[in-house]
């Protein structure tokens, strides 16, 4: 996993240090912000037969990006440690902390108002919980889709996506603490996240 984001790193150094005939502007600064995501359904292997719910809670993220700006395109790398929560109902809330590594393409449609999509790449740290034993998962790295709109104001920036999932990922849920519960879920992300973030500083990148 390290290698992943080693190959990552280098391609964003890469993407920076390029030299580009067009005007080019790049920017960084830092995020924070909440995502909603939802476990969805839980599915018994066990004898317990009562229905499992669950619920969205609200978790964060924080983070920081780098910005090159090429005509009314930009290139976006971000980096950020995030955490996404879900309540099942009467039993226990599981918690899910990872880091990821978004790589958005955006365009500015106009004024400081600008749409993104682009791939993420995650790599889940820990998986917790109170009154449950969470097992084996399917996958330690996964990749999604985020899409979303963003508006800026000056060096502050407000933006909004939707992320979904590719990489299917199951994990075991054991019975604790007098629970009598074996059962499984798609841990995949269906998520929604809001974001603040902050320009640290402008740089201008010329061709010499």
């Known amino acids: 996993m390290k290698n992943n984001y080693l190959l990552f790193i280098s391609i964003f150094l890469i993407i920076i240090s390029t030299k580009s005939n067009l005007y080019s502007q790049a920017d960084y600064g830092i995020k924070i912000g909440l995502n909603f995501d939802n476990i969805g359904d839980i599915k018994s292997t066990s004898s317990f037969k009562n229905s499992i719910e669950t619920a969205t809670i609200a978790s964060a993220h924080i983070g920081m990006y780098v910005q090159l700006k090429i005509a009314d395109f930009y290139i976006r790398p971000e980096l950020q440690i995030s955490q996404n929560k879900s309540d099942i109902l009467t039993l226990d809330q599981i918690e899910i902390n990872k880091l990821e590594v978004p790589v958005l393409i955006g365009y500015n449609l106009f004024g400081p108002v600008s749409v993104f999509s682009g791939p993420i790449f995650q790599n889940i740290i820990s998986i917790n919980g109170q009154s449950l034993n969470f097992g084996n998962y399917t996958n330690n790295f996964t990749i999604g889709l985020q899409i979303g709109s963003r508006i800026n104001f000056g060096k502050l920036g407000l933006g ?48 010499n």
């Open 160 to 207: 909004f996506r939707f992320e979904r999932g590719f990489t299917d990922n199951e994990i075991e849920i054991l019975g604790n603490n007098n629970l009598d519960i074996e059962a499984y879920s798609n841990i995949r992300p269906k998520l929604w996240s809001l974001s603040i973030t902050y320009k640290l500083n402008k740089n201008k990148i010329l061709e």
